[in-house]
């Protein structure tokens, strides 16, 4: 049965939308209640121009929070980063490495590190 449901469901998924359905898809809208009602929310939802707008502006909404996410992400790993490289830095310099050394190892400038 739930072999048989989900062969239907991806055959379903495989024609909505498409100009030429085929018999199949018929066969499957009457013998099927569950993708009968996908099919006709799947109608409405492609002709009503607001619904179909607004889930534009959703799915802008849901893309451009994921990229901020991404982004604030990577700041603040590159602010780690540059953090962890100062505390190194700092390190080297009290146990009194050379400021040469330092530079080599942190890629610190020499200004930099004379002011840590």
Known sequence: MLAANLRDGHVFYQCEGKSDKGDTMEILLKSDPVLARAHDEYVHFTEDKQLHMAYEAREKYR??????????????????????????????????????????????????????
């Open 63 to 116: 893309r451009d929070q994921l990229f901020m996410l991404s982004s604030a992400r990577q700041e603040g790993r590159a602010e780690g980063r540059e953090k962890g490289i100062y505390e190194i830095a700092t390190k080297m310099k009290r146990s009194g490495m050379a400021f040469e050394l330092i530079r080599q190892f942190t890629s610190l400038s020499l200004e930099e590190i004379a002011e840590i």
